[in-house]
């Protein structure tokens, strides 16, 4: 089956910019992500998302997952769960556009955290 794509429009839009501080990402109090290059993504009424890059995230805490989405106007997403040393476990807690839709390319390589399960610290 053919996935709807969607533009990003006036009503819809989408706007993605440089976050411009250092972005840090913890959970259950383990630094999981911490970057200068993090990219905040406003999607229509949505809450800003902080898109951080995959090499700026501590690969060794993630697990990916076989959980898939689909948003219309980003393309097809992958997750992934994260595991702390103390054995917490937080299940598809990052997700990912690996091939994200051109109108929103810049996300790609990027991944984002789901701010009411992870802290997000943006200083």
Not at 11 to 27: L, M, Y
Not at 90 to 101: M, V
């Amino acid at each position: 089956m053919a996935h709807t794509i969607k533009i990003p429009d006036a009503t819809h839009p989408i706007t993605i910019r440089p976050t411009g501080s250092r972005v840090t990402v913890r959970v259950g109090g383990v630094t999981v992500a911490e970057t200068d290059r993090a990219l905040s993504l406003a999607e229509s009424t949505y809450p800003v998302a902080q898109y951080i890059p995959l090499e700026d995230v501590d690969k060794s805490l993630l697990d990916r997952s076989t959980t898939q989405s689909y948003c219309p106007y980003k393309g097809d997403a992958s997750y992934y769960s994260v595991k702390t040393p103390d054995g917490m476990v937080e299940t598809d807690l990052i997700w990912s556009y690996e091939h994200p839709y051109p109108s929103v390319a810049e996300i790609g390589g990027h991944v984002a955290f789901y701010p009411n399960r992870a802290e997000i610290t943006i200083a």
